[in-house]
């Protein structure tokens, strides 16, 4: 039998489309096509942070969405068509403004707005659509005994031009977290800040956090990343303290980075 760890960075490519997504999609095909059994695993932190992630771009979009009331209302605009370039245009002006242009921008494509003439009621409608698709996200990260069950059928837009399929379909089992966030960092702490030679915060430390309670928590000796850099930086002063260095150890714990 064959288990694999997945954290955040290698979830959020199997709810929407990025560059990583097909290169994942394929390593999962042909695992389950070279093992008799195959099994997926996450931490419980990864879905609280995938989740957080969806709520905090849902609130920046929908600030976004508070500026271009103020522009419309300013110039007297009401053609839908303009209005969803206002609505685009407030996305990507702020400094977050990449991710939520390409995660929200399209709700705006939508038979509901037609027939809409003035910007009170597309404003009402876009809030609507934008929910919508936050929910659409939630259900996907909403655990059923103790699983995630993921279905690429229903995967949602983000960037636009990568290659994809809807053809996939994977259970992924979720595995508590017994050590805290809080707790792990305030073990860490000291290390942490001799290392970088200066304060660090706790989201320092949250993909050793994934990997140590993929390890430890679920005996999960293969872990798949689709961050590049996904604990790299810790390994130069973890790898020396005993409790750690088993997870830098290619003997013991495989770090594979999808690209």
Same mark, same amino acid.
Request: proline residues 6%; aromatic residues 8%.
């Given at each position: 039998m064959k288990k694999i760890g997945l954290e955040t960075s290698s979830i959020m490519?199997?709810?929407?489309?990025?560059?990583?997504?097909?290169?994942l999609q394929r390593h999962i095909k042909e695992t389950i096509d070279r093992y008799d059994v195959v099994e997926f695993y996450t931490d419980l932190y990864s879905i609280k942070e995938a989740t957080q992630q969806i709520n905090t771009s849902f609130n920046n979009a929908?600030? $976004?969405i @508070?500026?271009?009331k103020i522009v419309?209302?300013?110039l007297n605009i009401n053609d839908v068509q303009t209005l969803s370039i206002i609505f685009v245009k407030s996305l990507a002006e702020n400094w977050y403004g990449r991710e939520e242009t390409l995660r929200w921008s399209d709700v705006v494509i939508?038979?509901?707005?037609?027939?809409?003439?003035? $910007?009170? @009621?597309?404003?009402k409608t876009l809030n609507?659509?934008?929910?919508?698709?936050?929910?659409?996200?939630?259900?996907?990260?909403k655990?059923?005994?103790q699983c995630l069950d993921i279905n690429c059928e229903y995967i949602q837009s983000y960037w636009i031009t990568p290659l994809f399929t809807k053809d996939l379909r994977l259970k992924?089992?979720?595995i508590p977290n017994n050590l805290s966030l809080e707790d792990f960092f305030k073990k860490l702490q000291s290390t942490l800040n001799a290392a970088y030679m200066r304060t660090s915060k706790i989201n320092d430390v949250v993909d050793i956090y994934h990997l140590y309670s993929l390890y430890n928590d679920g005996n999960i000796k293969e872990v798949w990343s689709c961050n590049q850099q996904f604990v790299k930086r810790h390994e130069k002063y973890l790898k020396t303290v005993e409790e750690f260095k088993d997870l830098f150890d290619d003997n013991i714990v495989i770090i594979k980075r999808i690209k």
């Open positions: 490519p199997l709810l929407e489309t990025t560059p990583r997504t097909l290169p929908i600030r $976004s @508070e500026k271009a419309a209302g300013r939508n038979d509901k707005f037609q027939g809409i003439h003035d $910007s009170e @009621e597309f404003f609507q659509q934008m929910e919508n698709k936050k929910q659409k996200y939630l259900s996907m990260l655990i059923k005994n992924i089992k979720v």
